[in-house]
């Protein structure tokens, strides 16, 4: 195949290795830019190309979720991510969780592979610096935590400040450390799994957990900087403000969780689920929190089973950047201001794993056609399906943008009377139906 422009991509997370990947299996030489291990972001621990920095989870496979649904959508596009995904997993239930390490090395691998990727170990610290001239398009998939250099150079291409929230990440603990004579292995609704460790919590002990929350000292945020939170990653802390049994009806719910050994139901369970393979390492599952790490010890350890754990990361916060796309970025995802440059992930508003790694794929699909063929840019998936929903979230105003993960809520509504029990099916089953005939016409599969 004659070889087509290049292409640079700033940022080696998971929108920035699905973008390169995509583009070099079409044809495209790509150069990828990742900053690591001359200098990391405060949350990253390693060298290795899209690593996780939160949890190891990629949430729900059912296909009755938006992130199922997303998720199936990828795969029939030729993920990179959802390929390394599958041979990495771990057990979690309804989930798809990642050993990170597996994770991370499967992905790299796959970058190297490509020959038309040229891996370049470098900070971009500008839009005009010089290792970009030359290339036809420029992608910024530097994530969330992209450096305070490139962040302002960002943020004054689009005439104005960023957004941004913060982001909690959950502590991690040795699993030989945990008490097993108080715990249990178990998945909700399905006992027979060993997919999660349930740490049983009674009133009084949840009680007493939620005020040591409430008067344990947090880590400051920056002077110059307003605490702004993600819903869907709200640190521990901030959701036992809101009320009593907030845990308790939330991550902490004990529904579908029977005791094998008493058949209780106990009035609060706290789940610790494997980060790797081998089981060794367990995330306390929403407890992500922005506690000092002296206070994060003497906190979680009266979760009961975990009076002696053993931590081996402490849970952390830091600020994700992103842009409001629906006024910044065109259909392409391209700056208004900036044309030829484009951005890639949790930077333009999606929110997550999975919807970072799926807004990178459909870039790479985009810039594929756009600077080789006819240059006939591909149409978009429907909104009625989730990568397409995910993509009109970004060009749709708001008086106050937030960014959003894949959900039902993003599609447009199913225009007939359904009970509530069955909307989800009936929304899971368009979104199939569209989603096959939008790829049967457009050419898009891997």
Same mark, same amino acid.
């Given at each position: 195949m004659e070889r087509m422009a290049r292409v640079a991509v700033i940022g080696g997370?998971?929108? %920035?290795?699905?973008?390169?990947?995509?583009?070099?299996?079409?044809?495209?030489?790509v150069t990828l830019f990742e900053m690591r291990p001359g200098r990391r972001s405060p949350a990253h621990v390693g060298d290795g190309l899209a690593e996780l920095v939160c949890s190891n989870s990629f949430r729900s496979e059912e296909a009755e979720t938006g992130v199922g649904?997303? #998720?199936?959508?990828?795969?029939?596009?030729?993920?990179?991510?959802?390929?390394?995904?599958?041979?990495?997993?771990?057990?979690?239930?309804?989930?798809?969780?990642?050993?990170?390490?597996?994770?991370?090395?499967? =992905?790299?691998?796959?970058?190297?592979?490509?020959?038309?990727?040229?891996?370049?170990?470098?900070?971009i610290a500008s839009l005009d610096d010089a290792a970009l001239e030359g290339h036809a398009a420029v992608v910024v998939a530097a994530g969330p935590l992209a450096s305070d250099a490139?962040?302002? %150079?960002?943020?004054?291409?689009?005439?104005?400040?960023?957004?941004?929230?913060?982001?909690?990440?959950?502590?991690?603990?040795?699993?030989?450390?945990?008490?097993?004579?108080?715990?249990?292995?178990?998945?909700?609704?399905?006992?027979?799994? #060993?997919?999660?460790?349930? *740490?049983?919590?009674? $009133?009084?002990?949840?009680?007493?957990?939620?005020?040591?929350?409430?008067?344990?000292?947090?880590?400051?945020? $920056?002077?110059?900087? #307003?605490? =702004?939170?993600?819903?869907?990653?709200?640190?521990?802390?901030?959701?036992?403000?809101?009320?009593?049994d907030t845990l308790a009806f939330g991550p902490f719910k004990p529904v579908g969780l029977e005791?094998?050994?008493?058949?209780?139901?106990?009035?609060?369970?706290?789940?610790? $689920?494997?980060?790797? $393979?081998?089981?060794?390492?367990?995330?306390?599952?929403?407890?992500?929190? #922005?506690?000092?790490?002296?206070?994060?010890?003497?906190?979680?350890?009266?979760?009961?089973?975990?009076?002696?754990?053993?931590?081996?990361?402490?849970?952390?916060?830091?600020?994700?950047?992103? =842009?409001?796309?629906?006024?910044?970025?065109?259909p392409d995802l391209a700056l208004l201001a900036r044309p030829g440059v484009h951005l890639a992930g949790q930077i333009t508003g999606v929110e997550g794993y999975?919807?970072?790694?799926? *807004?990178?794929?459909?870039? %790479?699909i985009h810039l594929a056609r756009t600077?080789?063929?006819d240059g006939a840019a591909p149409t978009p998936p429907p909104a009625t399906t989730a990568l397409g929903s995910l993509l009109a979230h970004l060009r749709t105003e708001a008086k106050k943008f937030q960014p959003s993960n894949a959900n039902f809520g993003l599609m447009p509504p199913l225009n007939r009377r359904a009970p509530k029990k069955v909307r989800k099916t009936l929304y899971a089953e368009r979104a199939r139906s569209d989603f096959a005939a939008w790829l049967a016409a457009s050419g898009c599969g891997a």
């Open positions: 997370g998971l929108a %920035g290795c699905e973008c390169a990947v995509r583009l070099a299996r079409a044809g495209v030489d649904l997303l #998720k199936m959508e990828m795969r029939e596009l030729g993920s990179v991510v959802m390929e390394a995904a599958e041979a990495t997993r771990v057990p979690a239930g309804k989930a798809l969780a990642v050993d990170r390490d597996l994770f991370s090395g499967r =992905v790299t691998a796959a970058v190297r592979a490509e020959e038309r990727i040229a891996l370049v170990r470098r900070e490139l962040s302002a %150079g960002l943020a004054a291409a689009v005439g104005g400040e960023h957004l941004y929230f913060y982001d909690a990440i959950a502590p991690i603990v040795e699993a030989d450390s945990v008490d097993l004579d108080v715990c249990w292995w178990g998945s909700r609704y399905r006992p027979e799994e #060993k997919d999660y460790l349930n *740490c049983p919590m009674d $009133r009084d002990r949840y009680l007493a957990f939620r005020q040591a929350l409430l008067d344990a000292e947090k880590a400051p945020a $920056r002077a110059f900087e #307003k605490e =702004v939170h993600f819903e869907g990653c709200m640190p521990i802390e901030a959701l036992a403000e809101r009320g009593e005791d094998p050994r008493t058949g209780a139901i106990h009035h609060a369970v706290v789940q610790l $689920r494997p980060e790797n $393979r081998a089981k060794t390492h367990l995330n306390l599952v929403g407890c992500q929190t #922005k506690l000092k790490y002296g206070e994060q010890e003497r906190v979680f350890r009266s979760i009961p089973g975990l009076q002696n754990a053993v931590f081996t990361r402490f849970g952390s916060v830091h600020r994700n950047t992103f =842009v409001d796309a629906p006024r910044v970025l065109g999975v919807e970072s790694a799926a *807004c990178g794929l459909w870039l %790479g600077l080789g063929g």
